[in-house]
Nanobody, 121 residues
């Protein structure tokens, strides 16, 4: 069974930076999509960013929420089955629990337990 473990969350003042990490273990396919969703208090979970692995027939690609473009950068380390989210110029509205996601066409979606990010003004 797949397990995802997030780390790197914490408290930071507006304008600061944080780097989130997520490492997957278990039966991980070579071709997959990993990413981050976030959920603020009283709101639904929303997409932050995703990154798709490349293959012989497809190219790697990234996807970002419009409000995060230019501030957040997603990357991955395939050797470690890990995905990272570099968050810069953080704003109070970025405060949320951030969840790691692994998507595999055959097995479906897997979620981490989440890590709290708090941005103060």
């Amino acid at each position: 069974q797949v397990q995802l473990v997030e780390s790197g969350g914490g408290s930071v003042q507006a304008g600061g930076s944080l780097r989130l990490s997520c490492e997957a273990s278990g039966n991980i396919f070579k071709i997959n999509t990993m990413g981050w969703y976030r959920q603020a208090p009283g709101k639904q979970r929303e997409l932050a960013a995703t990154i798709k692995s490349g293959s012989l027939t497809t190219v790697s690609s990234t996807e970002y929420a419009d409000s995060l473009k230019g501030r957040f950068t997603i990357s991955r380390d395939n050797a470690k089955n890990a995905v990272y989210l570099e968050m810069n110029s953080l704003k109070p509205e970025d405060t949320a629990v951030y969840y790691c996601l692994l998507q595999q066409p055959t097995t479906g979606d897997f979620w981490g337990r989440g890590t709290q990010v708090t941005v103060s003004s």
